[in-house]
């Protein structure tokens, strides 16, 4: 059988990032992003192979867009497309693997949306629009949740009244689940341990953050909860606050519920300490200048990142290795080094030449001699959902 070609779709409320992936080959032959859709200033850009393309594409919807993807796949499979896989991001406790796209799936995903409201809806709209324009071809949903599903009573419940939990579905849900189960099977191959039998820390560091722990290839407790808000410092999301921040800036400052959430989701974080930028190589630019915020920024972020850590290490029977992946995790030494340096207790250490050349899309261990495994592992959540989708098909 020639090796099997799907195509990753992740719908935004405005965009759709798309990719094919080839089960046999490791790079990505085609993928893109159309953004800005339903505004005048709607286009999509593509690379395909070493081919850089943009078309514009005013006014365009879900639909639209999709609609110009389909020949670009056409072309780059010779037609051979066999799936689509679908992030979704929120599978609540229905969902707690991949499963195959019918009307019934899809109402489960819309049926979501109190738990995601501005993800679930848009991930909806594009399934149906990929339903309708490749009626024939089996589709795939993989939540961003579903990984941590096996996270224990003791880590998901908050210390809140059951009913809350019982009757409105408050709990701990995480996300990146998917990058998280990806670069844990990637560090049990690269460690020579099976992968049930092996036990992780996973920094996901990019414009969202979160950490991991792995046991025997199950989440056993993440840092985000609910929502994404939980947890690390992020780019423009505070992380954990005290929850009586809400009341304090409703109380004092008259703020409504929707300022907050602004205030919380899109002002905090990294942007919002250093009153520059949420962008880490902006940041680590300004703090070699001698930049104030950027500099308490990224003492903020490498604190709070070192103490999520250790506290994810309380699920652990063992520690066979520390996973960084993400845009900052796969690339920034200085927040590795920083980190690490908060973590003695744990008995890790760098090895700082090893650590400064893991830049750029390596893979490889960065720990001194005869300390625990630091590893840098690219993640590709795209791969992960076309194996899943693949799994899925060969049922
Ligand atoms: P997303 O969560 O949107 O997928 P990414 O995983 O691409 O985000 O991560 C984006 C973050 O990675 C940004 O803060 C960016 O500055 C950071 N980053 C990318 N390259 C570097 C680098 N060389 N050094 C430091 N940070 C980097």
Same mark, same amino acid.
């Given at each position: 059988?020639?090796?099997? &070609? ?7 409320? =405005? ?6 992936? !080839? ?15 339903? =505004? ?13 393309? !943009? ?22 499979? !010779? ?38 409201? #501005?993800?679930?809806?848009? &991930? ?11 009626? &024939? ?91 994404? *808000?939980?947890?690390? /410092? ?12 809400? =009341?304090?800036?409703?109380? &004092?400052? $008259?703020? =409504? *519920? ?6 919380? !989701? ?14 880490? +190589? ?19 972020? %490498?604190? +709070?990142?070192? $103490? ?5 290490? %309380? ?7 520390? /996973? ?9 030494? #200085?927040?590795?080094? $920083?980190?690490?340096?908060?973590? $003695? ?51």
């Amino acid at each position: 059988m020639p090796a099997r &070609n799907i195509l990753v779709i992740n719908c935004g409320s =405005s965009s759709i990032k798309f990719a094919l992936i !080839n089960e046999d080959h490791t790079n990505t032959r085609l993928s893109g992003l159309a953004e800005r859709l339903g =505004s005048p200033d709607a286009q999509i850009r593509w690379r395909l192979d070493d081919q850089k393309e !943009n078309l514009i594409l005013p006014g365009a919807d879900h639909r639209a867009a999709l609609a110009k993807i389909l020949p670009l796949v056409e072309s780059a499979t !010779n037609g051979q497309l066999h799936g689509i896989g679908h992030r979704v991001v929120h599978g609540g406790e229905h969902f707690t693997s991949a499963c195959l796209l019918t009307p019934a799936s899809l109402e489960g995903i819309r049926a979501l949306s109190p738990l995601a409201p #501005l993800h679930n809806p848009a &991930n909806a709209l594009g399934i149906e629009a990929t339903m309708r324009l490749f009626p &024939n071809l089996p589709q795939v949903a993989v939540f961003d949740t579903a990984f941590h599903q096996s996270l224990p009573e003791h880590a998901y419940r908050y210390a809140l009244p059951e009913h809350l939990y019982t009757e409105h579905a408050v709990r701990r849900y995480g996300f990146h689940g998917t990058s998280h189960r990806y670069v844990s099977v990637r560090a049990a191959e690269l460690s020579g341990l099976p992968v049930d039998d092996s036990c992780w820390l996973v920094a996901h560091l990019g414009n969202g953050s979160s950490t991991c722990a792995i046991v025997n290839g199950e989440s056993r407790d993440t840092s985000m909860g609910l929502t994404p *808000l939980e947890g690390l /410092v992020m780019g423009t999301r505070s992380g954990d606050v005290d929850p009586n921040l809400h =009341s304090h800036l409703a109380r &004092n400052l $008259k703020w =409504s *519920l929707e300022k907050i959430d602004t205030l919380l !989701n899109n002002e905090s974080g990294l942007l919002g300490l250093s009153g520059l930028s949420n962008d880490m +190589r902006t940041l680590e630019q300004a703090r070699s200048e001698g930049h104030a915020g950027a500099t308490l920024a990224i003492e903020v972020f %490498c604190y +709070r990142l070192a $103490k999520s850590l250790a506290a994810m290490s %309380c699920a652990l029977p063992r520690l066979d290795g520390i /996973v960084f992946t993400g845009g900052i995790g796969e690339n920034s030494a #200085l927040i590795r080094s $920083k980190t690490v340096e908060s973590l $003695k207790l744990l008995n890790l250490s760098l090895d700082e030449t090893l650590n400064s050349e893991m830049v750029g899309g390596q893979t490889g261990a960065i720990n001194a001699a005869g300390h625990p495994r630091i590893l840098v592992i690219p993640t590709n959540e795209e791969r992960q959902i076309a194996l899943d989708t693949l799994e899925l098909l060969n049922r």
